[in-house]
């Protein structure tokens, strides 16, 4: 294996380990809620900040923090995201009142948004399309897709041996050693554009946008659906939206290029990407409170529970990027949420005297499975065939739709959830703590998981492109670029781009990816002649 090569896999596990350590901390914190609610003498209601804190700034700034990447520098941002994520994680083990918790939690939701999409699009410009970035994008969503499963593993392991700021703590030499590395093993990149121009007004829109309507989902669980105060803020939230695809629409230089969404595969994937981060979010929170509240599981014994989620999660994801090779994207995806929705649908039957290994476990690996073969395709396909100057783009869009999906899943699942135990309670006679009523509201949530997959498979069947065979032109190697005129130099150049990004989405191998990139460069000079340019 050359240096070259070694340096680009190692560049890798950077990349990966820094990926791993910002999702970890989406739900290391959860089996520690009870422990910070005790020690820093939080209210019933502001205990959901701890996680909504986060969520808000991590999903509102994701856009923002891809653009950035773009213009400034993307290796630059990634140093400077960890730099942040370190400092506010040292100060989040530090927090001395529920306030200074829930401040330092948003400022380290603000170093995961400028990490995130810096790290996915180092690895598009690290690995050129085809058999090697899909590798690398495997063990990328293996990374996504296990850190959720891990980070409650290691939360109950670190609260009940160490203390809750150890959850925190972790992430400080982790961050330390990655900033030392990233100058030895990242290369710099940026958007190759001729006017660097900033779309402050696009910024400020999206990012307010985005933060309002994940508060306004959180603000709805106590206040409620219909108040005032909560329509308010939906409709704050839409008017900004509204106000943001207006200025793209008209910017010299736009945060979001809404021509990308031209691509109907890009745009289900991140639908579906949504939609798997509201499932993934939802689902460890509602079953962490079963395992403690409903089973009285201890924190290290929840974290252990997750376990075989979290394998099985790691192994299938790198067999999904073999196995997207085979069958394509769209096949695979459906697959995975297919698998992960009949795994949530079995866990519906919770029940107050639920088994480990009878009524948890093997739905545990198939929900682990069904994510690890859609955390792969669905980050595959948002990145098909988008330019490298709108790698950043892409990259936060991606890491948005499973954030902003996520902050508001929870928000709406936990309040369905509640309502439903309430109602229980009420018609049963029994108090709105007790495992029954606690089962029953669960389970209402987890079936809305269940719609909700179902949604992402018939989304992701009907829009993504199919990975089914199509007729491509003759073998290309030695065919010289046509005469004739600039239209038809023109029709033949998007013939050979549609063939070469069929052929990368069905896996092909490097070698022959190069074959019609050779001739697509032909095309274009035979056209650059012809138009005299």
């Not at 070259?4 to 820094?18: D, E, K, M, P, Q």
């Not at 399309?129 to 996504?144: D, F, V």
């Not at 008017?239 to 943001?244: G, I, P, Q, R």
């Amino acid at each position: 294996m050359s240096s070259g090569t070694n340096r680009r896999w190692s560049a890798l596990a950077l990349i990966v380990t820094a990926q791993f350590m910002v999702i970890l901390d989406v739900a290391i914190v959860n089996v520690a809620l009870p422990s910070i609610k005790s020690d820093l003498h939080f209210s019933e209601t502001n205990l959901q900040w701890v996680i909504s804190a986060y969520a808000i700034l991590f999903g509102g700034a994701l856009l923002l923090g891809g653009r950035l990447g773009d213009l400034l520098g993307r290796r630059r941002l990634f140093m400077t995201g960890l730099g942040l994520f370190a400092a506010s994680s040292l100060l989040c083990g530090l927090a001395w009142s529920e306030s200074s918790l829930i401040a330092f939690r948003a400022l380290q939701g603000l170093g995961g948004a400028l990490l995130a999409p810096a790290a996915l699009s180092l690895l598009m410009t690290t690995f050129e399309e085809g058999r090697e970035r899909n590798l690398a994008l495997g063990i990328y969503g293996a990374a996504s897709g296990s850190g959720a499963a891990v980070g409650v593993l290691l939360g109950g392991v670190l609260t009940s041996y160490l203390s809750w700021s150890w959850i925190f703590f972790i992430n400080v030499p982790v961050g330390i050693a990655a900033i030392a590395l990233a100058p030895v093993l990242l290369q710099e990149s940026r958007a190759d554009v001729a006017h660097r121009h900033f779309d402050l007004p696009g910024a400020a829109s999206i990012t307010g946008g985005l933060m309002l309507l994940v508060y306004a989902t959180t603000r709805a669980t106590t206040d409620g659906w219909g108040a005032t105060s909560t329509l308010t803020l939906f409709a704050g939230s839409a008017a900004l939206v509204v106000a943001f695809a207006a200025i793209e629409l008209r910017s010299r230089s736009p945060l979001l290029p809404l021509r990308i969404f031209r691509s109907r595969t890009l745009t289900a994937a991140n639908v579906a990407m949504a939609i798997v981060g509201a499932v993934a979010f939802s689902e460890f929170f509602l079953l962490t409170l079963y395992l403690q509240d409903v089973l009285h599981y201890s924190a290290v014994q929840s974290g252990a529970a997750f376990s075989a989620f979290a394998i099985s999660v790691v192994v299938m994801s790198n067999v999904a990027q073999v196995v997207v090779g085979r069958l394509g994207v769209r096949t695979t995806l459906t697959l995975g949420l297919v698998a992960s929705a009949v795994s949530v649908a079995a866990l519906t039957g919770l029940s107050v005297d639920g088994r480990y290994f009878w009524d948890l476990f093997p739905w545990f690996v198939l929900g682990g499975a069904g994510m690890g073969f859609s955390f792969v395709p669905v980050t595959i396909a948002s990145l098909t065939g988008v330019e490298r100057s709108d790698a950043g783009v892409a990259s936060g869009l991606i890491n948005t739709s499973r954030q902003i999906g996520g902050a508001i899943g929870i928000a709406a699942v936990s309040a369905i959830a509640a309502t439903s135990t309430t109602s229980y309670a009420d018609a049963n006679a029994v108090a709105a703590s007790s495992g029954a009523a606690l089962s029953h509201g669960f389970q209402t949530g987890l079936y809305v998981l269940t719609g909700l997959l179902l949604v992402a498979a018939l989304v992701v069947f009907g829009l993504v492109r199919s990975a089914t065979p199509q007729p491509v032109v003759e073998p290309v190697q030695d065919r010289p670029a046509p005469a004739g005129t600039v239209d038809d130099l023109v029709l033949h150049l998007r013939g050979l781009l549609a063939v070469r990004e069929l052929r990368q989405s069905r896996g092909a191998n490097d070698d022959e990816l190069r074959v019609y990139g050779d001739a697509i460069a032909r095309v274009e000079e035979r056209l650059a002649e012809v138009a005299g340019v």
